[in-house]
């Protein structure tokens, strides 16, 4: 008896050689991700839809599609594919209390005359980092401040998703805390949409974190968290360069807990606070 695959099961069988290995080179090509040699089922669970929503016949078709330089459209969304990565509300608390207690505290002291704060979260994905940190400095009674969040990712796809505010059940469930769901969300049908008034703290903009940046900026904090981890060494010393040049002296850096400056970027010091270490350029 056989049976016949279709669909994303057909897709994810028999990627020859030499096509993995032409993906690895157009995803860093695009990104600047790094895939190692044993990512074929990561590749082949993010693509298999891709193919079949596009009719191909298996991954090697989608692989001659992009050789032959097919729409723009078509290597944006295999970009898209390979570059969504995980994100929740209030993802690693530590970090937040560090900004809450320590960093903001000093930051309004500084700037009670300017009553300006300014904000970059890189590679934010549907954009609960953005949102719990506007959400954040609400309840911090800063509404009276002029706030900007500028919040960036690779995918388009995503972001405009992020743009929306709008989350299913599951992902409000994570991080966020039930207080916070009452009073700046909404109901509607299945899912919940954030409120106008946290939603318009935060610009949405593409943006490939291996571009120069010297047009960004000033700012007082950046997140860039658990994404350097998918980068060569030469990008992310690259990177963390450009980051630091967008920042305000003694402006202050997140990054993920298994990512450090050290080895990489001696422009920043290390600060412990409350439980984490926070980079800040001195």
Not at 149 to 165: H, K, M, P, Y
């Amino acid at each position: 008896m056989s049976t016949t695959l279709t669909g994303p099961e057909r897709a994810s069988i028999r990627l020859d050689p030499e096509n993995y290995q032409f993906l690895q080179e157009f995803v860093y090509r695009e990104s600047g991700i790094v895939l190692d040699r044993d990512k074929h089922y990561l590749m082949e669970a993010r693509l298999s839809p891709i193919v079949a929503q596009q009719r191909l016949g298996s991954l090697n078709e989608l692989c001659r599609a992009l050789k032959a330089a097919g729409p723009s459209g078509l290597r944006q969304q295999v970009v898209d594919s390979m570059t969504t990565n995980e994100t929740m509300f209030f993802r690693e608390p530590v970090q937040y209390d560090a900004l809450r207690k320590v960093v903001l505290p000093r930051l309004m002291e500084q700037r009670r005359d300017r009553r300006r704060l300014n904000f970059w979260s890189a590679a934010a994905s549907s954009g609960q980092e953005a949102y719990s940190l506007a959400m954040m400095l609400r309840e911090m009674g800063l509404e009276d401040w002029y706030i900007q969040i500028n919040a960036t990712d690779l995918s388009t796809q995503i972001l405009e998703r992020a743009r929306q505010g709008r989350f299913l059940q599951i992902e409000v469930n994570r991080g966020l805390p039930v207080q916070y769901l009452v009073k700046y969300f909404r109901r509607d049908g299945m899912d919940w949409i954030i409120r106008d008034e946290i939603r318009n703290m935060v610009r949405f903009e593409r943006f490939d974190l291996r571009q120069g940046m010297g047009a960004m900026g000033p700012f007082d904090v950046v997140f860039c968290r658990n994404v350097l981890i998918y980068f060569d060494v030469c990008t992310k010393k690259r990177i963390l360069g450009e980051i630091r040049s967008t920042l305000f002296r003694g402006g202050h850096l997140l990054l993920g807990g298994s990512e450090t400056t050290l080895g990489l970027d001696d422009g920043y010091e290390l600060v412990p606070a409350c439980g984490t270490v926070l980079y800040r350029v001195p």
